[in-house]
C-alpha cells in the first residue's frame, strides 16, 4: 500500500507520500549505523537526556500530537491524548531507571571471586521495527525508548496509512536532541523489508502486528540468522465467574471491548461467562453498548471511533459474514452509525460453533464473541482453546480464585477485575500464536542486547 493520510471519519485522502528508493534506504541504513558507532559509546546520562526532552515535547505539545493520530486512523481525541502521555511515561521510565536495568550483572560461578564473573549488557547495532497503526506513538516508543537507551540505533518502518505519525515521532527525536540516525523513518513497501533485514548492519527485527506479517518478517530474520520479537494479534478472554460483580465486569467488558473502536491486539474480544450470572450480565452489556455514541472522533462527547480505514470496516464486515454463514448468531446490539465515516455498528456474536472458523479468529473492531460458560473449569477451557495467548482477564471476588485462574490461562498477561491495560511499568508480550519476547521494562530492554559473560581468570601466570 502507498503511504498516505486519508481521514477515516471524512474519506478525505489528506496527503500522500513516495516511498523511499533502494539508495535511499541504503543511505538510511549507513547513516542508523555510523550513529551506532558513536551512540554506544554515550553515557547513560546522555541517553536520558534525550528521551527526557522527548517527553518534556510530547507532552507540551499533547493537543498537537494527538490531532495528528485523530486525522490519520480516527482515534478518539481523549485517546489520542492518553496515548501521548502514556509514550511520556515509557519514555521517563527508561530515563530514570534505564542505568539500572543495564548494569553489569556479577554471577555467583564455581572457582571464582564474586566480582569475577560478569554479564554485561552491550547493544547490537541497527534495529528494523515494522510497527502497526492503532497506536501509532506508543507502538513506536514502546520499541524505541528501551532500546535506544540500551545504545542500539532504530530503523521504523510504520504502517502506511499512518505516515505523519511516523514522520512525527522521527522529528521528535530530532528535536529532542537525537543525532541524525538514532531514530529513522523509512516509507517501504513490504518487499524493500529483505533488503533491510538482510544488510549485514542491520542486527535485529521487531514486529508488531498481525500473524501474517509476522510469520513473514520473523521467515526473512530467520533466514538471514538475526534475532527477532513478535507482538502479534490477540482474542483477549475476559471471564466473568459467578461471583463476580456483575455491574462492574459489564462496564469493563464494554470499554475494553470498544476502546479505540475494537482495534487493540489486548481488547476483551471473547467475553466468557458463566451460567449463572449470564442473563445479568447480558442484559447490562447491551446497555452499556447501546449508550455508546458514534460520531466525530474530534468531538469529546463522541464515545465510539470510526474504524481506522474503511477497508478495516468492509473486511470486518466480511468476516462477520462469514460467521453467520457458519452458523453463529449475529445481532447488532449498538446504536445506528453515521453513515459517513468507517463506522461499524457494535455487533453481538453467540452460538459460536467450537469447530468454526469465528471461534478462533481475531475480530478488530467492535464485534464481541460471547460464550456461555457451565462453570470455572468451562471458562478456563474455552479461553485456552484460541490460538491466540496475548492477554486475558478475570471477574471474581474472591482474590485466590482470581490468581488461580489467572496462572491457569495460556497468556502472556492476565489482569484480575480489569481488561487487559496497556501501561509503561507492566511489561508486554504474548505466547502461542501472539508472538515471543516482551517489549517495556527491562524485559523489553534486553532482548537486543549482547548479555556478554566476561571472566576474570588468575592473572599470576600459572597454567
Ligand atoms: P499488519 O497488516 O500486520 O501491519 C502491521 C505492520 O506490518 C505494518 O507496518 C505493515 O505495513 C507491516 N507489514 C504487513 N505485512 C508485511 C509484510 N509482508 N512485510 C513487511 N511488512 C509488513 O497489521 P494490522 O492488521 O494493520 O494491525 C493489526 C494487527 O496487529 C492485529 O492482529 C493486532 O492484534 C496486532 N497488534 C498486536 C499488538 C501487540 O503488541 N501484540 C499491538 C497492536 C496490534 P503496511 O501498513 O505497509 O501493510
Known sequence: MP????????????????????????????????????????????????????????????RRYAEILTLEMGKLIAEAEAEVELSAKILEYYVDKGAELLKPRYLPAEGFGSQDVQLVNQPLGVLFAVEPWNFPYYQVIRITAPQVTAGNTVL???????????????????????PEGLLTNLFVPHSATERI?????????????????????????????????????????????????????????????????GQVCVSSKRLIVDDAVYDDFLARYREGVEALKA?????????????????????????????????????AIGSPVPEQGAFYVPTLLTDIPEDGETFVTEFFGPVTQLYRATDEADA????????????GSVFTNDPERGQRVSRALETGMVYINQPTGVKADIPFGGVKHSGYGHELIDLGITEFVNQKAVVVSDIDGSF
Open 156 to 178: 521504523l518502518k510504520h504502517a502506511s496509512n499512518v505516515p505523519q505519525s511516523a514522520l512525527a515521532m522521527e522529528s521528535l527525536f530530532r528535536e529532542a536532541g537525537a
Open 380 to 391: 478456563i477451557r474455552i479461553a485456552n482453546a484460541s490460538p491466540f495467548g496475548l492477554g
Open 197 to 261: 533485514i538482510g544488510d549485514p548492519r542491520v542486527r535485529g527485527v521487531a514486529l508488531t502486528g498481525s500473524e501474517r506479517a509476522g510469520a513473514a518478517i520473523a521467515a526473512l530474520a530467520a533466514e538471514n540468522l538475526k534475532k527477532s520479537t513478535l507482538e502479534l494479534g490477540g482474542a483477549d478472554a475476559f471471564i466473568v465467574l459467578d461471583d463476580a460483580d456483575v455491574q462492574k465486569a459489564a462496564d469493563w467488558a464494554v470499554f475494553g471491548r470498544h476502546w479505540n473502536a
Open 295 to 331: 460520531g466525530d472522533p474530534l468531538d469529546p462527547s463522541t464515545t465510539l471511533a470510526p474504524l481506522s480505514s474503511q477497508k478495516a470496516a468492509d473486511d470486518l464486515a466480511a468476516q462477520v459474514v462469514r460467521a453467520r454463514e457458519e452458523g453463529v448468531t449475529v445481532e
Open 3 to 62: 503511504y498516505a493520510t486519508t481521514n477515516p471519519y471524512t474519506g478525505e485522502v489528506v496527503r500522500t507520500f513516495d516511498d523511499a528508493t533502494p539508495e535511499q534506504i541504503d543511505a538510511a541504513i549507513e547513516r542508523a549505523d555510523a550513529t551506532f558507532q558513536e551512540w554506544r559509546n554515550t553515557s547513560p546520562e546522555e541517553r536520558a537526556a534525550v528521551l527526557r526532552e522527548a517527553a518534556r515535547l510530547l507532552r507540551a505539545d499533547k
